[in-house]
């Protein structure tokens, strides 16, 4: 799997946007992009993936640029029960069925009111 | 309904013990993993099964023996516990050819004394 590199950490207002930052400049074709959190004493929760295109869901945006070496998860409205870690996570899928999940650092957000 | 559960949440045991860590979901996915949470807070995969059988063994000591008894079911068994063992273990599910998308127990706390 590619590398990416996140902020260690960041802060956000309650109620405002959080943009999470990702770098993974030596990603393949075939990697999607995947980001998790893990909020403290709990299990990972899977957030969102993309591959070229933005997307969206309930929980938040993924924007990923046309060149595909970076990307940003946003969370249009913070709340304090967002504060956890995040994690961004290159993963090919064609060819890596069944293998897990590679974690790195993460970004640790803080949201506070 | 729970989606993957872990058994038990908190485990206390001295040095040499032998323990047991239960996991089961009910997402009716074909494929479980155990991922182990140190006190840096990495995450790291150890096993993974796929229908009951061993995909991904990490570099793990023999000690740790998983058992899938069937593909709703992945137990981690741990021989001769020692000090380093203490941290948090998690379970997650996915189907093999959606392994970016998992979902994470709540994780088992063991802490070896």
């Known amino acids: 799997d590619a590398k990416t590199t996140q902020p260690t950490s960041m802060d956000c207002a309650e109620g405002r946007a959080a943009n999470l930052p990702c770098n993974h400049s030596?990603?393949?074709?075939?990697?999607?992009v995947y980001w998790y959190r893990q909020i403290h004493s709990q299990g990972p929760q899977y957030i969102i993936h993309g591959l070229k295109n933005n997307e969206t869901n309930e929980m938040a945006s993924l924007i990923i640029t046309e060149d595909r070496k970076s990307s940003t998860l946003i969370l249009p409205h913070a709340t304090l029960r967002d504060t956890a870690v995040y994690y961004c996570i290159v993963r090919a899928v064609a060819n890596q069925a069944g293998t897990a999940l590679i974690f790195g650092k993460g970004t640790t957000l803080s949201v506070s009111s | 309904d729970t989606a993957v559960s872990q058994t038990p949440k908190y485990l206390v045991t001295q040095m040499g013990n032998d323990k047991s860590i239960k996991c089961e979901q009910n997402?009716?996915?074909?494929?479980m993993y155990w991922y182990k949470q140190d006190s840096k807070k990495f995450l790291k995969i150890m096993f993974s099964y796929n229908n009951k059988e061993l995909i991904i063994n990490e570099t793990v000591p023999n000690r740790f023996s998983p058992k899938s008894p069937d593909k709703a079911h992945l137990n981690l068994h741990i021989n001769s516990l020692e000090l380093g063992d203490s941290a948090v273990y998690f379970c997650?599910?996915?189907?093999?050819?959606?392994?970016?998308?998992?979902?994470f127990g709540q994780g088992t706390r063991l802490t070896v004394v």
């Open positions: 997402l009716g996915h074909d494929t």
């Open positions: 997650a599910s996915s189907y093999y050819t959606r392994g970016g998308e998992a979902f």
């Open positions: 030596t990603i393949s074709g075939n990697e999607y």
